[in-house]
T-cell receptor, first 116, second 116 residues
Framework: EPEVTQTPSHQVTQMGQEVILRCVPISNHLYFYWYRQILGQKVEFLVSFYNNEISEKSEIFDDQFSVERPDGSNFTLKIRSTKLEDSAMYFC??????????????FGEGSRLTVL | AQTVTQSQPEMSVQEAETVTLSCTYDTSENNYYLFWYKQPPSRQMILVIRQEAYKQQNATENRFSVNFQKAAKSFSLKISDSQLGDTAMYFCAFMKLGAGSYQLTFGKGTKLSVIP
C-alpha cells in the first residue's frame, strides 16, 4: 500500500543552524502538508501546498520556514535558522484533490527535530 | 477559528470490551468533516473514521462507530470488542470544507491502552 515517507526520522541540530526535512508523498496526490507537534501539545497545521505554490499557511509558518517541491517527488520543509522552540515532531501529509477527494490526509511517520 | 477538545488524556479498556472516546468542537461553519485518526506507537497516523456534517446518519467502520451530535458539537468514537492492536493515540480532527486546502484542526489526543 502506498505510504508517505519522511527522512530523517530524528535530527539533532544546534540553534541557528538550517534544517531540511524531506517527504515523499503518495505519487498521485496533489495536495501536500506539513504539521508539527510540540511535545505534549496538539498537532498544528503549518502549511499546505498545491500546484507548486503555498495554498494556505498558519501564523506559525513565518519567514524562517519555507517549502519546496524540487523534483516532482520530494516535498521539503526548510527551517532557516532553528530556535529552541522549533523542537517538535514534524509530520508530512498528502491528499488527493478533486471530486474523488474524501478529505482524508495520509501522514508520514514524522521527523523528530531536536534543537540544542 | 475552529477548536477541538478531547477531555480524556488517557483511557484504558479490557480486551473485548467497549470504550467511548469523547470529542467536542467549536465552529461557526456549516459544511465540514470530522475525523478520528489513530496513531499507534512509533507509527504514522491513519484514518479510522470520517463523518460528513451534512449527514445525520452516524458513520460506522467495522468495530468503530461515532455518535455525531451536530447541535451539541459532539463527536464521540465508540470502539467495540477492543483488541490489543487498538492501543494507540486517538486524535479527533475537524476540516472545514470549501477552503481548497483541506487543513485539519486537531484535538490534543487520547491515549488508549487495551489491557489483555
Amino acid at each position: 500500500e502506498p505510504e508517505v515517507t519522511q527522512t530523517p526520522s530524528h535530527q539533532v541540530t544546534q540553534m541557528g543552524q538550517e534544517v531540511i526535512l524531506r517527504c515523499v508523498p503518495i505519487s498521485n496526490h496533489l495536495y501536500f502538508y506539513w504539521y508539527r507537534q510540540i511535545l505534549g501539545q496538539k498537532v498544528e497545521f503549518l502549511v499546505s501546498f498545491y500546484n507548486n505554490e503555498i495554498s494556505e499557511k498558519s501564523e506559525i509558518f513565518d519567514d524562517q520556514f519555507s517549502v519546496e517541491r524540487p523534483d516532482g517527488s520530494n516535498f521539503t520543509l526548510k527551517i532557516r535558522s532553528t530556535k529552541l522552540e522549533d523542537s517538535a515532531m514534524y509530520f508530512c501529509a498528502s491528499s488527493e484533490a478533486g471530486t474523488e477527494n474524501t478529505g482524508e490526509l495520509f501522514f508520514g511517520e514524522g521527523s523528530r527535530l531536536t534543537v540544542l | 477559528a475552529q477548536t477541538v477538545t478531547q477531555s480524556q488524556p488517557e483511557m484504558s479498556v479490557q480486551e473485548a470490551e467497549t470504550v467511548t472516546l469523547s470529542c467536542t468542537y467549536d465552529t461557526s461553519e456549516n459544511n465540514y468533516y470530522l475525523f478520528w485518526y489513530k496513531q499507534p506507537p512509533s507509527r504514522q497516523m491513519i484514518l479510522v473514521i470520517r463523518q460528513e456534517a451534512y449527514k445525520q446518519q452516524n458513520a460506522t467502520e467495522n468495530r468503530f462507530s461515532v455518535n455525531f451530535q451536530k447541535a451539541a458539537k459532539s463527536f464521540s468514537l465508540k470502539i467495540s470488542d477492543s483488541q490489543l492492536g487498538d492501543t494507540a493515540m486517538y486524535f479527533c480532527a475537524f476540516m472545514k470544507l470549501g477552503a481548497g486546502s483541506y487543513q485539519l484542526t486537531f484535538g490534543k489526543g487520547t491515549k488508549l491502552s487495551v489491557i489483555p
